[in-house]
């Protein structure tokens, strides 16, 4: 199918899409020379035509930096299987039964699952990575209603030396998982500089540095789904700020990469959706850190700099928690300015020193 819109669009300048490429797939069927085509699933065959018809509106589309799509390497030249495939549950085709689950055109595989499943199968995604075979269940779960009365707005900064400072005193430090790995990592990869590239050894030497990039990636996922979820459980209004993280990347990639920066905000922000609590960004330019707590002095630190003092009212504080509480101010700004929610006198509360902030939802705005 790509192949015939590159032709297509190199001779006339058109395309196929979806409606013209799953009805060009069912006319190719009775030929010898795709016959190969009949012995996948036919509903994982229209799941790619979708795609690559998103891939050809990217490409041209003003607002992403997409290139035109183009043909990958196949990695199974070099014994390097990386493949996946999407099958759609069409008339229950797609089940789970006694420890296995049925795959159109596979048949029953034993499965692991991890969790209990919350309602009926839409999509499988199956897929080799990391030397195992994984598979990705989508589901319809419904979301709770939107609370009326929020207690509670926390703002969350993320930086280069705790993954996350909350404006509540949370901290969560960063493990630097690739650093915990990194002798490791070192180790196998002078081992493959050893190696004659192509040869068996070497495919084992490749096998296990992919192996060890994937126990890092899963310990990096885990971490970042404990803190979106304890994050979201203490607080009913999320303030984040909107970090650049691919700009961030290009400065220090491995550092912003094994600090899951992205990922923490991508997690809290379903959590939340799901939980029926609101989740705000402030503006990626409004300046949050160097604000002084008590004055709102604002000062120019550099990345070393993790404490600093007021040069207006001498507070020495710590640059973290400032620019934590300084994103919840704003944050509670503009939430209350775009008319999403009201402060509300709270009930009586408990003594404590911390006074607990109550809001009022005025409207579910698109977005929240």
């Known amino acids: ?25 069912k006319e190719l069927k009775p030929y010898e020379e795709f016959n190969w085509i009949k012995e996948f699933d036919s509903a994982a065959a229209q799941q790619v035509a979708r795609d690559l018809e998103i891939a050809l509106k990217n ?66 995604t199956i897929q080799y990575r990391h030397g195992k075979w994984e598979c990705s269940i989508t589901q319809e ?13 926390v703002g969350f900064d993320i930086n280069s030396k705790q993954t996350v400072v909350g404006s509540n005193g949370f901290v969560a ?19 493959l500089a ?18 060890l990039h994937g126990k890092i990636s899963r310990q990096r996922l885990d971490f970042a789904h404990k803190i979106s979820r304890q994050i979201t459980n203490e607080s009913d209004i999320l303030c984040f700020e909107n ?45 949050s850190t160097g604000i002084c707590l008590e004055c709102s002095q ?23 928690l400032s620019a934590a509480k300084s994103i919840v101010r704003t944050g509670e700004l503009d939430l209350i300015a775009a008319g999403i929610v009201a402060r509300v006198n709270p009930a009586s509360q408990h003594k404590s020193a911390i006074k607990t902030k109550v809001f009022e939802l005025l409207k579910f705005a698109a977005g929240y």
Not at 145 to 153: N, P, S, T, W, Y
Not at 195 to 210: D, F, L, M, V, Y
Not at 252 to 272: E, F, R, W
Not at 303 to 309: M, V
Request: aromatic share 8%.
């Open 59 to 124: 490409a041209f589309s003003k607002g992403r930096l997409q290139r035109f799509p183009k043909h990958k390497i196949s990695y199974k030249k070099q014994k390097l299987h990386n493949d996946s495939f999407r099958a759609v549950n069409n008339s229950n085709c797609i089940r789970i039964e006694d420890g296995a689950i049925s795959i159109p055109k596979v048949g029953k595989v034993p499965i692991i699952l991890h969790r209990e499943l919350a309602s009926k199968i839409k999509t499988v």
């Open 298 to 320: 604002h000062h120019t630190l550099s990345l070393s700099d993790r404490n600093f003092t007021c040069t207006a009212c001498q507070t020495y504080q710590s640059r973290d």
């Open 173 to 191: 430090e960063n493990p630097k998982f690739l650093k915990q790995s990194k002798a490791k990592l070192t180790q196998l990869q002078r081992q």
């Open 1 to 25: 199918m790509l192949s015939e819109n590159i032709r297509r669009y190199e001779y006339d300048k058109t395309f196929l899409f979806y409606k013209e490429m799953a009805s060009l797939l």
């Open 243 to 287: 970090l650049n993280v691919r700009a961030m990347q290009k400065f220090n990639g491995s550092m912003v990469t094994d600090n899951v920066m992205g990922l923490i905000t991508q997690l809290s922000k379903y959590k939340a959706e799901i939980e029926g609590k609101l989740y705000h960004e402030i503006g990626r330019f409004q300046k």
């Open 141 to 153: 779960v419904e979301c709770k209603a939107a609370k009326r009365v929020l207690h509670g707005i």
């Open 194 to 211: 050893r190696r004659n590239k192509g040869s068996n050894r070497w495919q084992e030497t490749k096998q296990r540095i992919n192996k």
